[in-house]
């Protein structure tokens, strides 16, 4: 592992990632012991404060997003001992020489950008020019990368011009989240899963993201981006690479994303003339969320538009391990319930001993609920206790963990805890390599060109409900139901 940095610059340090996440995250950490002690953390921004108006600003950001069993008024005030604040105009070339003089960068220097897109160009000259690119410094970078495998790609060469890809840290904030991260310990740290773990004893792979929230004020991104783009491209391929993958060597970033890279390269490519019967693109118009009466994402928006807020996909990776295995990937705003869960289907039993006694067998099941429940469930049969005279009953049951339950003594993290300090310790394993990216736009646009030329348009689907009923569709014709 490199060396810990002893300064974070944030980009875009007054905005709503930083109050939500960042500093919470970092308060976090503070509070917990795990930053280097000496670590300074140098907030930029627009606004124009000067360092103690950032600190209470940032004081008032914990207060709010920090749980309050969590909060100490004393931590926090020692946490923001550790901010101060340059205000920063990315177009203006002088203000990245105030800022060198605020920051030395010879004892390691990690820069987080929390900013649109567009600015990463002119920020990364910025620090070149001033000399705040040099081999300790590291970049971290937030989606969006770019709407496209092209426009990617000029993202990721501007920042390679400054920034070789092993100090590029390119965030994908699922991957900070424990539970998926658990995934890599289920799979790999016991040996009755792997076996199984294949076409000949999987049937098929569900994963669902589902949202309660609509479009949240976000309409400058979202509608440009839709729910392919903002969820498929990043979070839900990392979960499908995850689940695929085979085994790698070592827990070391080489080995991880060489594997997930493999699986994504796999993934078949859906041209116009399947895209029909692949694909189903939905946008919510009026219902009810949380029990509220919601309104229409186009009453939302304000005007007409055919972005998705909804896609549900079936998916094939083309190699032995997974050849012939659905994997249906569903995610949407505006569903009945929050939930992102990763659903495993194996196999029947090859012969039902129990028909002849009037017993059905299901199938085993093993669900990972991700969020907001952090459960893993295998679904077995069980005999219903009894004399059998009538015959025998069997009943689906489930092996149940509740890992809130069994880590109650730990806390639950943000995210963002554990990228940020990965981040500052140089750890990339959690971060996307270049080519997991463009492995992941070359898939998706090759979806949305096909959606396009096929002239595929979102269906209607009322706020608070599962999506299109084409949707339902594009399972039950495999003869499956989504696991709701
Ligand atoms: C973001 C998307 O990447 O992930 C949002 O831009 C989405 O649209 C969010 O709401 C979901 O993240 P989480 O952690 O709440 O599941």
């Known amino acids: 592992m490199a060396d810990k940095v002893q300064t974070l ?14 500093l919470p995250s970092l308060y976090g950490l503070h509070a917990d012991g795990l930053l280097p002690d000496g670590l300074k953390i140098v907030g930029t921004a627009r606004s124009e404060l000067d360092d103690e108006g950032f600190r209470q600003s940032a004081l008032e950001a914990l207060k709010e997003h920090v749980p309050s069993d969590f909060y100490d008024e004393a931590k926090a005030a020692e946490f923001a001992k550790r901010l101060s604040y340059v205000t920063l105009d990315a177009s203006v070339p002088d203000h990245f020489d105030e800022l060198s003089k605020r920051i030395d960068c010879s004892q390691g220097l990690a820069i987080f950008l929390s900013t649109a897109p567009s600015l990463f160009e002119p920020i990364i000259d910025g620090l070149e020019r001033v000399g705040l690119t040099c081999d300790n410094v590291r970049l971290a970078l937030e989606k969006p990368l770019g ?52 076409s000949a004893h999987i049937d098929h792979v569900q994963i669902t993201v589902a949202e309660t929230v609509g479009l949240e004020g976000r309409a400058g991104y979202y509608d440009g981006a ?109 569903m009945p319930t929050r939930k992102t869960e990763i659903y495993i289907q194996f196999k029947c039993v090859p012969f039902n001993i129990f028909s002849a006694r009037g017993a059905k067998t299901s199938p085993n099941k093993l669900v990972i609920s991700i969020q907001p429940d952090e459960d893993i469930r295998l679904m077995m049969m069980a005999k219903t206790p009894g004399l059998d005279r009538d015959g025998v009953r069997l009943r689906e049951m489930p092996l149940d963990v509740g890992m809130a339950n069994a880590f109650a003594d730990h806390r639950r993290r943000i995210a963002y805890e554990r990228l940020l300090l990965d981040l500052i310790e140089g750890n990339p394993t959690l971060f996307v390599r270049r080519d997991e990216v463009e492995a992941q736009w070359t898939w998706v646009d090759g979806i949305r060109a096909a959606w396009e030329e096929a002239g595929l348009a979102p269906r209607t689907y009322s706020a608070g409900s599962w999506g299109p009923s084409a949707a339902i569709a594009l399972t039950e014709r495999d003869g499956v139901s989504w696991h709701d």
């Open 9 to 22: 610059l944030l980009f875009g340090a007054t905005g709503d990632l930083s109050h939500r996440m960042l």
């Open 147 to 198: 709407s496209d495998l092209e426009s990617s790609r000029e993202i990721n060469d501007a920042v390679a011009k400054a920034f070789p890809e092993n100090r590029t840290f390119r965030i994908d904030h699922y991957l900070g989240k424990e539970t998926v991260q658990n995934l890599l310990a289920l799979r790999f740290a016991n040996s009755m899963f792997e076996p199984l773990w294949n």
């Open 226 to 334: 839709g729910a392919m783009r903002d969820m498929v491209q990043n979070h839900m391929l990392q979960l499908l690479a995850l689940v695929a993958m085979e085994p790698p060597t070592d827990f070391d970033a080489t080995a991880i994303r060489d594997e997930k890279v493999k699986v994504l390269r796999s993934l078949r490519k859906i041209g116009a003339s399947d895209v029909g019967n692949h694909v189903v693109t939905g946008q919510y118009g009026a219902g009810a969320s949380d029990g509220q009466p919601a309104k229409g994402y186009l009453e939302e928006l304000g005007k007409p538009s055919t972005t998705e807020t909804f896609v549900a996909l079936k998916a094939h990776v083309d190699n032995w391990r997974w050849a012939g295995v659905p994997f249906y990937l569903r995610t949407g705003k505006r």
